[in-house]
């Protein structure tokens, strides 16, 4: 894939910065607060500079003919109504900048739409070579298709959201999925069992996993907590996502952005500040490795965060062959990202979510208990003890996160 971005690292974006946030001190609090790039900005030379001059990379838009799914009224008719030439003239007119790390494409096709878009993400390959195509796709809470293979009234253009995402892989050649969901909107069973779709797709095709969470909320007396933001996060991660973006940091849509609509802070800021650090101090060794499965610990068969979930046991304790005997002391629920290293160095992880409770009310700390003989073994996000008799204790807190390696 053409990219200024650096893929050996864990990338965090955010959807908008609009003009009134586009002044210096807005540019360098964006970088301070640990995004490194923004989706759907604008083709500004003035605010690039600005980003090139605090390491952040845009993937604009309104280079290329726009396009949404929206509620599917349009669905398989975008070579129509986006023709070649209009995708030829963006090219001519497109003035590059350092910043400018990819070209955006466009949101939430419908799978009516994806042989077309596999054209579209090949012409941005070839005529951008320094930027890469962007394109984010529904959650699994869009419509289907509900009679047959030419119905145009649905959101995903298939009977399911697992054909969806084949679909996109049999017609489109990029090297990731990215998907938007929002589970304090949707639902966190949801989320799962979406991260298990896309996790499986992106193993199977050997891609990687880009999702856009949510730091607003659809209500406005409602204000996503810093740990709700981990939750998010690290759920994600135990499925080996590798792009985290945060929707939005100004208006975009919803209510309680990161700044309000005179740019100036709310409380989000400095609650996605707190939890992007922690995700970027995970980046260098997280990176090191790429997930292999995903496992659910710990769970009631009838728990409710499972109520969507398809093809998945929970176990009691997992055993990797590396890692024995993984469980919470005391039961609590656990998401574990299974890890192998990318250079096959003989190296091992685990991400592991600690997700008893990810609507955030019970705020607990516990312990994680496992074995892992004949190995160097490390925690990078929490506390790591090992006992007398070899065995381990992780010490984790509600809605927190931690990589442990083996090497």
């Excluded at 799914?69 to 070579?79: I, L």
């Excluded at 304090?184 to 193993?203: F, M, P, T, W």
Aim: glycine share 6%.
């Amino acid at each position: 894939m053409n990219t200024r971005m650096n893929r050996n690292r864990l990338n965090i974006g955010t959807y908008f910065l609009r003009p009134y946030a586009c002044s210096e001190a807005h540019v360098k609090d964006l970088a301070d607060c640990g995004i490194d790039f923004v989706v759907c900005m604008q083709n500004d030379p003035k605010t690039l500079d600005l980003f090139t001059k605090y390491n952040v990379g845009a993937i604009v838009t309104g280079i290329l003919p726009g396009w949404w799914g929206g509620d599917g009224d349009n669905a398989g008719t975008m070579r129509e109504k986006n023709p070649w030439s209009a995708y030829e003239k963006g090219v001519q007119s497109f003035k590059d900048h350092p910043a400018i790390w990819g070209i955006d494409t466009g949101d939430e096709p419908s799978a009516l739409d994806f042989p077309y878009y596999g054209e579209v993400l090949k012409f941005v390959d070839k005529n951008f070579p320094k930027q890469f195509p962007y394109l984010n796709l529904y959650p699994n809470y869009a419509s289907v298709a509900k009679n047959n293979a030419q119905q145009t009234v649905n959101q995903l253009g298939t009977p399911t959201y697992a054909e969806h995402i084949d679909r996109y892989c049999e017609n489109i050649a990029a090297d990731y999925i990215c998907y938007d969901f929002y589970m304090y909107s949707a639902s966190v069973a949801g989320h799962y069992e979406n991260l298990r779709i896309v996790a499986d797709a992106c193993r199977k095709s050997g891609r990687s996993l880009w999702i856009v969470l949510q730091v607003n909320s659809n209500k406005p007396e409602i204000w996503i907590s810093e740990n709700q933001l981990r939750a998010q996060a690290y759920s994600s991660m135990a499925f080996g996502a590798e792009n985290i973006i945060w929707a939005c940091y100004t208006a975009g849509w919803w209510h309680n952005q990161v700044l309000d609509d005179k740019g100036n802070k709310t409380q989000q800021y400095d609650k996605l500040k707190v939890v992007n650090a922690e995700l970027h101090a995970l980046s260098d060794e997280y990176m090191r490795f790429r997930n292999a499965s995903t496992h659910f610990v710990g769970f009631k068969a009838d728990s409710p965060w499972l109520a969507k979930l398809q093809n998945t046991k929970p176990v009691e304790a997992l055993n990797t062959g590396v890692f024995r005997d993984v469980k919470a002391a005391n039961g609590e629920e656990l998401i574990i990202g299974q890890m192998v290293s990318r250079k096959a160095d003989g190296s091992y992880a685990l991400m592991v979510f600690a997700a008893d409770d990810p609507m955030d009310k019970s705020n607990k700390t516990f312990n994680v208990t496992f074995r892992c003989d004949d190995f160097n073994v490390k925690a990078v996000g929490a506390p790591l003890t090992k006992k007398a008799d070899g065995s381990y204790i992780l010490t984790m807190k509600t809605c927190g996160g931690a990589l442990i390696v083996a090497e």
